[in-house]
């Protein structure tokens, strides 16, 4: 995997925050489920689902595309060590950071952010797939 063509690393990018969000997703169902009251539960796992959503949709799209683009401004083949920039690095380090002090919070707030996370990167992992599969070269060259 040293080299690779531009949509391959467009949709390995996709897979990985796949992985992530499922991961993250299903260990916020879980924290949930674990909940007593469970009327309470169904409501924060459809605020967490929601939350997801939107954030996926508004913010994660914004990195998605900043990252398609440097992509294709690259010469190919692509590298490894020049796909993603430092500060993606330094951001994907701070979340997981992050990740590790939410040992510390209650399971239910928990279960909610694992959530709300795993959903947001599964609908930037779909935005990637399109990038990939899709003909979104086309409108970045345009825009």
Do not use: C
């Amino acid at each position: 995997m040293r080299y690779m063509q531009k949509k391959s690393w467009i949709a390995l990018s996709g897979f990985i925050w796949s992985a992530a969000g499922f991961m993250l997703l299903y260990r916020g169902l879980d924290f949930l489920s674990q909940m007593e009251n469970l009327n309470v539960a169904s409501w924060l796992i459809a605020l967490g689902l929601f939350a997801g959503f939107i954030k996926g949709r508004f913010v994660l799209s914004k990195t998605v595309d900043r990252t398609v683009r440097r992509i294709y401004q690259l010469s190919s083949p692509i590298r490894f060590t020049h796909v993603y920039p430092k500060g993606y690095w330094m951001l994907i380090a701070s979340m997981m950071g992050l990740g590790f002090l939410l040992r510390l919070v209650p399971i239910h707030w928990r279960g909610l952010i694992d959530t709300a996370v795993g959903s947001a990167l599964l609908n930037g992992a779909i935005l990637y797939f399109r990038a990939a599969w899709g003909d979104q070269k086309a409108d970045l060259d345009e825009s």
